[in-house]
C-alpha cells in the first residue's frame, strides 16, 4: 500500500496492462486525470487525434492488429460525447476497447458545472461495463474490471468515467494487479459431434469470421482446411483467416461472393462456421441459405447460438483451442492423399480461371477512368506480401474485399457491420502504430474520405507508412447505386457537384498526394506513394473510378430470392432489389 494520486493510480495500470498508446485529443480535464501522467511516462505514447471518434477508430485498428485492448480517450463532455461512435462500433465488432472520459468534479454534479456529462448512462446500451470512479483508492480495481471485461469474451468497449475530483486526489492505494486472460476450450462431447458432422458431411464449408483473428487462430484454420480438405470462406471481417492465395481459399460471403465461392455456398450440406456473429452482412438478405444444411457454430459468445440461425452443433469455446481440438477428432478420418491432389483444389483453379475472365471482360468493357479492380491489379503486383490492408466504406470497398488478396493472416482491418464511414481513416493510424514498420495500405471511397481526412495530419505527424486509397467516383457510390436500382433512377443528394482535389488536399497535410486518371498512371503512383512510405512519410492516391459499376456480389447479396435459387442449386438471380432495403 503507498499513497498516491488516482491519476498515478490509472497510469501505472495502464502500464501494467502494457499498454503502449491512447488515442485521443485532451481537454483541460483530460490533464488533471491522466495525461500530466503521461507527460514522461516511459511506455505510453498519447497519439493526438484531431477528433476524438477518429481517436476511438485508431484505437480499433490497434485491437484489431494487435489483439490487445485498444485505449482511447475524450475530454469530459463533447471530447466524450465524440467518442460514442467508437464504443459503438467496438460493440458491433466485439473489439476490446477502454475508453477513458474525465468528466466534472462529482461535487458539483447536477449543478451545471462545465462539461458534465452522464457518460455512463449514455452509453449503456453499448458497452460490457462502464463505471464512475467514485473513490480514488477503488481505481486500481477499476482498471483492473475495465480491461478484464474488455478482453473476456466476448471482447468488447468498456467505459471509465473519472469526475476530476477523485482523479487528482490522493488515497492509500493497493499495488496494481493486472487482469487475466482467460479461455475456454468447447466440451469435448461437442467437438466430437461436430467432428462426426464434418466427416460424414459430402461438401463441408469453412467459413471464418472475425473470431479467428481475435483468437490468432490462423495455423488451425489452415491445419483443419488441408486435412480435411475443406474450402474456405470468411465474412469481410475474417478475410485473410486463410491467405487469400491459399489453393482452397474460395474468397468472400454476402455481397463480397463471387463466381468462385458461389458454387461452395450452394451446394455445402455442412458449414462449419468460426468466429462470426452470423449477421445480415456476412450471409446476404435471409438466413433461409442455411435450410437443410447442418450448421456446426464455433463462437465464444454463447449468445450468438440462439440469435439468427440455431446449429445443429454449438461448440461454446476459444477458437484456436476449439479447433485444435477438432483437428485431434477429425485427423484418422481425413482423406489419406494430400489437399493439393483433392477435386476441390482443381476445382477451385478452375473457378479461379473464370473469375479472372470475368473480371478481364468488365476492365475492357469500363467506361473509365480507371476500373477499381484495375488500380487493385496494379497494387497487388507493388504491395509486399505483409501489408496491412485496410478497408473503408462505400461501394468501392466490396471490390477491394472480393478482388484484393491479404496473404499475411490477421493484416486486414475492416469496420464492423455498424459501418461508420471514415473508420478506416483512422484506423488505419492505430494499424500502423501496432506493428511499426508494416506498410499499411487503406481503401477508401471519396465520402468516407471526407469523413474522417482531418486523420492524415496525424499519420504525418508521426511518419506513418500509410498509403491511403481514395477511389473518387464524386458521389455515394453505394446510396446512388440503390437510387438506381430500387428508385428508378431518382438521384437525390447523392453527387458532390464540388469536391475535393484529395490528392492537393494531402499535399497540404505534409503527405505525398498523386493523383490516377488512367490505367496507365495506376503502377507509378503506387511505387511513388511506396517510396514515400520508405521514407516516413503517408501517401494519399486519389484514383478515379466510374460509379456504375456493381459487383456480381451485391447483385446476388441484394436480390432476396438469390439465397432461394442457390440453395436450390440453380444459378443465383439477378433481380430488382427489395425496395425495403437500408444500407
Ligand atoms: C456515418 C455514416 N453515414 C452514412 C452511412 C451510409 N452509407 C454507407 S456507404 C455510403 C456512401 C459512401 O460513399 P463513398 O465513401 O464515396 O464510397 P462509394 O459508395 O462512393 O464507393 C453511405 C452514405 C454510413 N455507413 N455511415
Ligand atoms: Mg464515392
Redo the contacts with the bound molecule.
Sequence with gaps: MAVKKASQAMAEALRAEGVRYVFGLPGGHSVTILYDELYDDPQITPILARHETAGAFAALGYAQISGEAGVCQGTAGPGFAQMILGLQEAWFARLPLVAIAPNAPAAKHGQGALQEFGSCEAVQTFVKWSYRVDRPEKMPWVMRQAFHHALAPPCGPVLVDVPIDVGGAAAEMEEYVPSRRVAAEADPAAVQAAADLLCAAERPLLVCGRGVHQARAWDEVRELAELLHLPVMHTNHGKSALPDSHPLCVGGTGCNLTVVGAPFVREADCELWVGSQIEEFAVGRGWEVFAGKRLINLNADASQFGRNVVPAVALLGDAKLTLRRLIEATRDRAPQWGFEQSLTVSRIAELRRDYAAHIAGLQQATKGPVHPTTFLDALQQAMPREAIVVL??????LWTASHLRVETPGHWVSASDF????YAVAAAIGAALAKPGTPVVCL??????Q?QMQEIVVAAQYGLPITYVV?N?H???????GQQQRWRERYCAVDYEVNWRHAEAARAAGCEGLLVETPEGCREAIDRAFAANAEGRPAVIEVMIP?EEVPVGLSWYRGSEAAGAMRAGGAPLEREADAAGG?
Design positions: 473503408g466504406e462505400g461501394a468501392n470497398r459501418g461508420c464511414m471514415g477508401t471511397g471519396d465520402g468516407s474520405f469523413m477511389f467516383n458521389c455515394l457510390g453505394w446510396v446512388k447505386w460509379w444500407d
